[in-house]
């Protein structure tokens, strides 16, 4: 079965601290797809990032980079020099990889609370 | 902004009645998946709906249904509310392609409360 398991419930760092964000996924699947999504108060889920399992390579994207690493089923976020907009939950997430590549649904970590502080 | 309206934003029903939600998705999209999100909870896949058909469930119970419409718009369906199902419900659209990927993304969600 499909798993993510992010572990830290709520995380709390001044502002301009770098901050890490866990997730570890659990899956049978040689192909499959994992996420990272943002939840601000307002509710409505904002895309971050994909990728996919056959790409291992870390990706950075202004102060946000992810590192991903099949050997310890890893798929970790990382907030560079934190800010408080960027106060929110966040969610990780995995999805099978069906219909010739495309994506099934998605599976959620029960998300971690980061709040930045000025 | 993603393009994805939900209708209601807020709901509050009793236990017992019925419920239906309403979602619109972005442009060019053909595919929309439904999503339950408990408080302090990530979002549980509910079911998903491609060329108006169910193309998918999760683990809810039949008293949880769903309609797409030709416009590819969807509502959910709760019939004999109980009290767990106060939740946010996430509709998500996407492009369902061969040999391709379809992003998911995201309506603001409806608040859903049972008395």
């Known amino acids: 079965a499909q798993k993510v398991t992010q572990a830290q419930t709520e995380i709390s760092v001044v502002e301009k601290e770098d901050v890490t964000l866990d997730c570890v996924y659990e899956?049978?699947?040689?192909?499959?797809?994992l996420f990272w999504y943002k939840q601000p108060p307002s509710g409505e889920l904002v895309f971050l990032i994909r990728?996919?399992?056959?790409?291992?390579q870390n990706e950075i994207s202004g102060r946000y980079s992810w590192n991903f690493q099949k050997s310890t089923s890893s798929f970790n976020f990382t907030i560079t020099a934190s800010q408080v907009v960027d106060s929110a939950v966040y969610f990780c997430?995995?999805?099978?990889?069906?219909?010739?590549?495309?994506?099934?649904?998605?599976?959620f970590g029960k998300g971690t609370k980061l709040s930045v502080k000025p | 902004e993603t393009g994805v309206t939900q209708s209601p934003t807020h709901l509050i029903k009793t236990r017992g009645q019925q419920v239906t939600l309403r979602c619109s998705s972005q442009?060019?999209?053909?595919?929309v998946s439904w999503y339950q999100q408990a408080l302090g909870q990530g979002p549980q896949f509910i079911f998903q709906?491609?060329?108006?058909?169910?193309?998918g469930r999760g683990n809810f119970p039949p008293r949880f249904s769903g309609l797409q419409f030709p416009n590819y718009s969807s509502e959910l369906n709760v019939n004999a509310l109980e009290l767990d199902d106060s939740a946010l419900y996430l509709c998500?659209?996407?492009?369902?392609?061969?040999?391709?990927?379809?992003?998911?993304?995201f309506g603001p969600g409806t608040r859903l409360t049972v008395l």
């Open positions: 709906y491609y060329r108006e058909e169910e193309n």
């Open positions: 998500a659209s996407s492009k369902l392609l061969a040999g391709g990927s379809n992003e998911q993304f």
């Open positions: 997430a995995l999805s099978e990889a069906k219909y010739g590549g495309s994506q099934g649904n998605l599976i």
């Open positions: 990728r996919n399992s056959f790409d291992e």
């Open positions: 899956t049978r699947d040689t192909t499959y797809y």
């Open positions: 442009s060019g999209h053909n595919t």
